[in-house]
């Protein structure tokens, strides 16, 4: 094993091939990216506060502060008082199985085709062109998805959730009172599962749609943009269900006080047509207007 220990700006680079990283950071940002090289680079732009240690075993790469574990990462306390801050950089082979675990600190992962798990209390997470799949778990930190083909799962508090042209099979968010607006433009079937208390969710689905749909809501508004499918109830509970399309995917959205709204993706350039208004089941909504405006 080889370990250094980084108390300034630093730069490092790993010839021996990594299969797995880890990185637990408190303040500050670390990024990750996905390259087609067989090594490991490592960049410390910035850092304050006690060194970070960075330890490579065989095929896994460290970069963690010697007193943040992973195990019981959401509950870790600062206890000591130090002020610490960090802006760490990595390029890892693309295939690399990444953990990042971060406290108030910004995390941005691209480019990856290995599987990803990232943590975070308050610290935002960034997703970009990431083909593996993802667990991504949260306390208040939001996360942003963006032309992620890999499987999406979400946990959060109060996190809120956005994906944009989200084209992978799977996505599953879990949230108390987080917001999810899902962005959708499939390659195939999709089965996606959506759940929150009292958090909005908004969908975009393309059209024409290929999907099984069931929306619920206990108590919030809904608003639908497809006529082939059905809108019941008029006060309390509120339910959107139907097939658009064939039906080989599968759409579930369920809160308790959250609205939920079903949106038309704008038309493809090579076949403009114009969105359809939304239709509501609540008196106050609007009868017209384009369906990119968001209502929920």
Same mark, same amino acid.
Do not use: C
């Given at each position: 094993?080889?370990?250094?220990?980084?108390?300034?700006?630093?730069?490092?680079?790993?010839?021996?091939?990594?299969?797995?990283?880890?990185?637990?950071?408190?303040?500050?940002?670390?990024?990750?990216?996905?390259?087609?090289?067989?090594?490991?680079?490592?960049?410390?732009?910035?850092?304050?506060?006690?060194?970070?240690?960075?330890?490579?075993?065989?095929?896994?790469?460290?970069?963690?502060?010697?007193?943040?574990?992973?195990?019981?990462?959401?509950?870790?306390?600062?206890?000591?008082?130090?002020?610490?801050?960090?802006?760490?950089?990595?390029?890892?082979?693309?295939?690399?199985?990444?953990?990042?675990?971060?406290?108030?600190?910004?995390?941005?992962?691209?480019?990856?085709?290995?599987?990803?798990?990232?943590?975070?209390?308050?610290?935002?997470?960034?997703?970009? *062109? !990431? #083909?593996?799949?993802?667990?991504?778990?949260? /306390?208040? $930190?939001?996360?942003? +998805?963006?032309?992620? =083909? &890999?499987? @999406?799962?979400?946990?959060?508090?109060?996190?809120?959730?956005?994906?944009?042209?989200?084209?992978?099979?799977?996505?599953?968010?879990?949230?108390?009172?987080?917001?999810?607006?899902?962005?959708?433009?499939?390659?195939?079937?999709?089965?996606?599962?959506?759940?929150?208390?009292?958090?909005?969710?908004?969908?975009?689905?393309?059209?024409?749609?290929?999907?099984?749909?069931?929306?619920?809501?206990?108590?919030? *508004? !809904? #608003?639908?943009?497809?006529?082939?499918?059905? /809108?019941? $109830?008029?006060?309390? +509970?509120?339910?959107? =269900? &139907?097939? @658009?399309?064939?039906?080989?995917?599968?759409?579930?959205?369920?809160?308790?006080?959250?609205?939920?709204?079903?949106?038309?993706?704008?038309?493809?350039?090579?076949?403009?047509?114009?969105?359809?208004?939304?239709?509501?089941?609540?008196?106050?909504?609007?009868?017209?207007?384009?369906?990119?405006?968001?209502?929920?």
């Amino acid at each position: 094993m080889s370990e250094w220990s980084v108390a300034e700006p630093t730069k490092l680079t790993f010839d021996e091939p990594v299969t797995e990283l880890h990185v637990r950071l408190v303040n500050g940002t670390v990024n990750v990216v996905g390259t087609d090289e067989p090594s490991a680079r490592l960049e410390v732009s910035e850092i304050e506060g006690p060194p970070l240690i960075v330890t490579r075993q065989r095929g896994t790469l460290t970069v963690a502060y010697e007193d943040l574990p992973w195990k019981g990462f959401l509950k870790w306390l600062d206890r000591k008082g130090w002020r610490r801050s960090a802006v760490v950089s990595l390029a890892v082979p693309a295939r690399t199985h990444v953990e990042v675990g971060v406290v108030g600190a910004a995390a941005v992962v691209s480019g990856l085709k290995g599987p990803a798990v990232v943590k975070g209390v308050t610290g935002d997470t960034t997703l970009v *062109a !990431v #083909s593996g799949p993802v667990r991504a778990e949260t /306390v208040s $930190g939001n996360l942003d +998805a963006q032309s992620v =083909t &890999g499987d @999406l799962r979400f946990n959060s508090v109060s996190g809120d959730l956005t994906v944009v042209d989200g084209s992978g099979s799977s996505i599953r968010a879990d949230s108390v009172s987080g917001s999810m607006i899902v962005d959708l433009d499939p390659d195939g079937p999709t089965d996606i599962r959506l759940t929150s208390v009292s958090g909005e969710i908004a969908i975009r689905l393309p059209y024409p749609a290929d999907t099984e749909v069931e929306a619920n809501t206990a108590s919030g *508004a !809904v #608003s639908n943009a497809f006529d082939g499918l059905r /809108v019941q $109830g008029q006060w309390g +509970a509120h339910k959107i =269900t &139907g097939r @658009l399309g064939a039906g080989t995917g599968s759409l579930r959205a369920t809160t308790v006080s959250g609205s939920i709204a079903l949106l038309r993706r704008p038309p493809r350039e090579d076949d403009p047509e114009p969105w359809d208004a939304p239709s509501a089941s609540t008196p106050d909504a609007p009868a017209d207007g384009p369906t990119d405006k968001k209502v929920l």
